[in-house]
T-cell receptor, first 116, second 110 residues
Framework: SAVISQKPSRDICQRGTSLTIQCQVD?????MFWYRQQPGQSLTLIAT?????????ESGFVIDKFPISRPNLTFSTLTVSNMSPEDSSIYLC?????????????FGPGTRLLVL | GQSLEQPSEVTAVEGAIVQINCTYQ??????LSWYQQHDGGAPTFLSY????GLEETGRFSSFLSRSDSYGYLLLQELQMKDSASYFC???????????FGTGTLLAVQP
């Protein structure tokens, strides 16, 4: 299995500012993903973080708003840019492969963001 | 588009059996996964079905019917600690990108 940590665990930010969330995996993984989850709601995939290249974004999410980096096989960052109160959410990092069960994704504990 | 529908809430008593259904409309289906998420926690993997039929893992079982675009998670011998949100998700293939269902909040009562 993979153990995933995220920093910060929570933050309160002012509108118009940006926050970068870090995701660290304890082993090399094939794929890394970023999700958003409103309290009491489901998880929505933001993008696939590709190692050494631009992330692949899902419909409704753009690079200018959510720039993502993945410089190596164990680390990724998600930046929430020019924040507004609508960006208040939980942001989750996940990882998959190569170790463990192929179909299993492992999730980090999440970053709870409140934008005032 | 893609959608996965689940009942929003289910209530059951300790020791009982509960079934959480998931119907989906997706493209490029590879398999159906189930995840558990306790309040404030990270989602954790429960089971995966790539083929039709029942998969059993301890007290949890999962079923898939690809022809009906339908699956369910069966929880037996319910315990208080099973109170959580349960999500079905479709994904797999080369990227294992997951699309999650609407989620079901399970409340287990004494």
């Amino acid at each position: 299995s993979a153990v995933i940590s995220q920093k910060p665990s929570r933050d309160i930010c002012q509108r118009g500012t940006s926050l970068t969330i870090q995701c660290q995996v304890d082993s090399q993984v094939t794929m890394m993903f970023w999700y958003r989850q409103q309290p009491g709601q489901s998880l929505t995939l933001i993008a696939t973080a590709n190692q050494g290249s631009e992330a692949t974004y899902e419909s409704g999410f753009v690079i200018d708003k959510f720039p993502i980096s993945r410089p190596n096989l164990t680390f990724s960052t998600l930046t929430v840019s020019n924040m507004s109160p609508e960006d208040s959410s939980i942001y989750l990092c996940s990882a998959w492969g190569p170790a463990g069960i192929q179909e299993t994704q492992y999730f980090g504990p999440g970053t709870r963001l409140l934008v005032l | 588009g893609q959608s996965l529908e689940q009942p929003s809430e289910v209530t059951a008593v300790e020791g009982a059996i509960v079934q959480i259904n998931c119907t989906y409309q997706t493209s490029g289906f590879y398999g159906l996964s189930w995840y558990q998420q306790h309040d404030g926690g990270a989602p954790t993997f429960l089971s995966y079905n790539a083929l039709d039929g029942l998969e059993e893992t301890g007290r949890f079982s999962s079923f898939l019917s690809r022809s009906d675009s339908y699956g369910y998670l069966l929880l037996q011998e319910l315990q208080m600690k099973d109170s959580a949100s349960y999500f079905c998700a479709v994904g797999g293939g080369a990227t294992n990108k997951l699309i999650f269902g609407t989620g079901t909040l399970l409340a287990v009562q004494p």
